[in-house]
């Protein structure tokens, strides 16, 4: 998947576990500020994310996710991890 891709395929899903409007969210989207997700549905998404891709973001790269584009950066990481 490319950014863009993953992108599409993070909004739809932080907007069906959280109930978000998938239009108001954008690469730049604040998780905690704009999305008002608290530590605990951050935890839910993080174990989401590696029910869905078969691998775990390490604590240090999650600790340092803001936005919607950190996630997708994490996840392109993975991938690119994996690739090598």
């Known amino acids: 998947m490319n950014r ?14 959280f109930e978000l409007d998938r239009a108001s969210l954008s690469p730049a989207s604040n998780l905690y500020a704009d999305l008002d997700i608290d530590s605990i549905d951050a935890v839910d998404l993080a174990v989401k994310l590696k029910q869905m891709t078969g ?30």
């Open 55 to 84: 691998k775990r973001l390490q604590p240090e790269v999650f600790k340092t996710i803001r936005t919607i584009e950190d996630v997708v950066v994490a996840l392109a990481g993975l991938a690119e991890e994996q690739a090598a």
């Open 4 to 17: 863009d891709e993953l992108f599409t395929w993070v909004a739809d899903l932080l907007a069906e576990m």
